[in-house]
């Protein structure tokens, strides 16, 4: 099944269109793909070591996940040994639509993905990207983009009617210039910018750099487009991914803090440990975590509900 996003203009929008301002977007992720009132799937990443495109959206959805966040690269298939990125031929695309369709699983977002090159070559590419999340029908784009390409970027985003979330990694003393993984400077990127550029929330990542991540929700309230929601065993470097509520990130407190800003944006499951495929149950070694977390917030919904 193929889901458009309705693109309608209420009656206040019109008359703001007819102003001649930038009519902003209204729609949101259906609430068919929704959990406990989150939009929540995985991250394809999770199943990056040997697993296709197709593999990925199914076992999303046999674990409970009904949204899925694609990163570019991966094989489609055991038979299509083509990847899925924004280069994707109509026929990939129809592929891979009526695999999510099969699944019941929503396309949401893709990334990280980040142009390089001369400014002209990120500029064409960037294009590309965005022309590849309309056929796709995502709600966001996740990236770590160049400072410089921001104007271009929010160029695209008003004429595509897409977000763009910049995505965290962590903090690195080998690499002194590298900046995301300060909220404060995400916020500098977007804050004067079109309302649908903000954050992909990196809540692990954040971890590992020493950042509390409700603190960073704070910075960043309102900019907050989409997450990558992690749990650790522990903070800092030396950390192992765990099913939500069984470590130290504060799962709980952090969809808290989400559902008070009125998020409305997508919430991937990204495993980055125990990711080899398990002879035994043919899915990762990390797939009993992953189910766990879904779990864990089909629970939470229930008991906000008392």
């Not at 899925?84 to 929503?106: M, S, Y």
Request: aromatic share 8%; net charge neutral; glycine share 8%.
């Amino acid at each position: 099944m193929t889901v458009r996003w309705k693109r309608g203009l209420c009656a206040l929008g019109l008359v703001v269109g007819l102003m001649g301002s930038t009519v902003r977007a209204i729609d949101k992720i259906p609430d068919e793909y929704r959990t406990s009132g989150f939009a929540a799937g995985c991250q394809a990443y999770s199943y990056s070591q040997g697993f296709t495109v197709v593999e990925a959206i199914r076992l999303t959805h046999e674990a409970g996940g009904k949204v899925i966040e694609f990163y570019p690269g991966q094989q489609i298939s055991a038979d299509m040994k083509k990847p899925l990125d924004h280069k994707a031929t109509p026929e990939v695309i129809a592929l891979v639509k009526e695999e999510l369709g099969k699944n019941h699983v929503l396309a949401v977002n893709y990334g990280v993905v980040t142009p390089g090159g001369n400014a002209e070559s990120r500029k064409k590419e960037w294009r590309q990207i965005f022309e590849f999340a309309k056929k796709m029908d995502l709600y966001g784009v996740t990236s770590e983009p160049n400072a410089a390409d921001m104007d271009e970027i929010e160029k695209l985003v008003k004429e595509f009617d897409i977000r763009f979330c910049i995505h965290d990694h962590p903090k690195d003393a080998n690499k002194p210039d590298y900046k995301f993984w300060d909220p404060n400077y995400v916020l500098s990127l977007v804050k004067d910018r079109d309302p649908r550029m903000g954050s992909c929330a990196d809540t692990g990542h954040w971890l590992t750099s020493g950042v509390d991540p409700i603190e960073a929700l704070h910075i960043l309230k309102g900019r907050v487009m989409s997450s990558h929601l992690k749990d650790r065993n522990q903070k800092g470097p030396q950390h192992k991914d765990v099913a939500w509520g069984k470590g130290v990130g504060e799962i709980a407190k952090i969809l808290d803090e989400l559902k008070g800003q009125g998020f409305q944006g997508n919430i991937s499951i990204e495993y980055e440990s125990d990711m080899k495929r398990d002879p035994a149950t043919n899915a990762p070694k990390s797939y009993p975590a992953i189910k766990e977390s879904f779990q864990f917030l089909e629970h939470y919904g229930k008991s906000a509900q008392r």
